[in-house]
Structure formats: structure tokens, C-alpha cells
């Protein structure tokens, strides 16, 4: 049974950092590309984040330079260090997993159950 179960979400001010974490467990975790997605009430939800199994990485022009994606196949973790938080980055965070072979942008095959990011200004 696959798992991913991420953690380090909560109330934040706006400027502070939050790491989020995903534990994956279940599956060849190196072999999958992963990414982290955000939802707001009222929108939709969109990729944040994605990080290739070879390493690659795409970021939401929103976030470029202040959120940091990265993955410890050894460990089946991922993270996703979040930095100078705005208030609109309030939202609950979301890690997946994916088999697409062509980049972060393809359907993710296993979800996490998501975490509260909140950021008051």
C-alpha cells in the first residue's frame, strides 16, 4: 500500500520560513517523480513544485527564488523549504507522486493527504 504522509505545516507570519517534509512508503520512490501542490478555498489547485527523479526541477513563477524542492531517495523523503512566506501562500500543501517520464506537468498517480500552510500578515 502506498503511502505519503507529509508533515511541518502551520501558522506562520508573513517573512517566516516553513519546511514541509513527505515521508513515502510503498512504492521505488527514486523511480518517481514528486511534486507539491497547493489549494486555497475558491481555486484551483496548482503545482508548487516538482522534482524529477533525475533531479530536475520546476517551480510556480510565484514562488521561484523563494521555495526550494528537494528529495533523499535513500531515505524515501521529500521537502519542500518555503521562505519569506506571503500571505497568499496560505493554503493546504499536498505531496505526490508521480511515473510520468517527461516532467513534473503529468498525472501523479499517489497523493498525501495534505498540510495546513497558513501565513497571517
Known amino acids: 500500500q502506498v503511502q505519503l504522509v507529509e508533515s511541518g505545516g502551520g501558522l506562520v507570519e508573513a517573512g517566516d520560513s516553513l519546511n514541509l517534509s513527505c515521508a513515502a512508503s510503498g512504492l521505488t520512490f527514486s523511480r518517481y517523480t514528486m511534486g507539491w501542490f497547493r489549494q486555497s478555498p475558491g481555486k484551483q489547485r496548482e503545482l508548487v513544485a516538482g522534482?524529477?527523479?533525475?533531479?530536475?526541477?520546476y517551480y510556480l513563477d510565484s514562488v521561484k527564488g523563494r521555495f526550494t524542492i528537494s528529495r533523499d531517495d535513500a531515505k524515501n523523503t521529500g521537502n519542500l523549504q518555503m521562505d519569506s512566506l506571503k500571505p497568499e501562500d496560505t493554503a493546504v500543501y499536498y505531496c505526490?507522486?508521480?511515473?510520468?517520464?517527461?516532467?513534473?506537468?503529468?498525472?501523479?498517480?499517489?497523493w498525501g493527504q495534505g498540510t495546513q500552510v497558513t501565513v497571517s500578515s
Open positions: 522534482i524529477t527523479y533525475g533531479g530536475g526541477t
Open positions: 505526490a507522486a508521480s511515473d510520468y517520464r517527461w516532467g513534473p506537468h503529468g498525472p501523479y498517480n499517489y
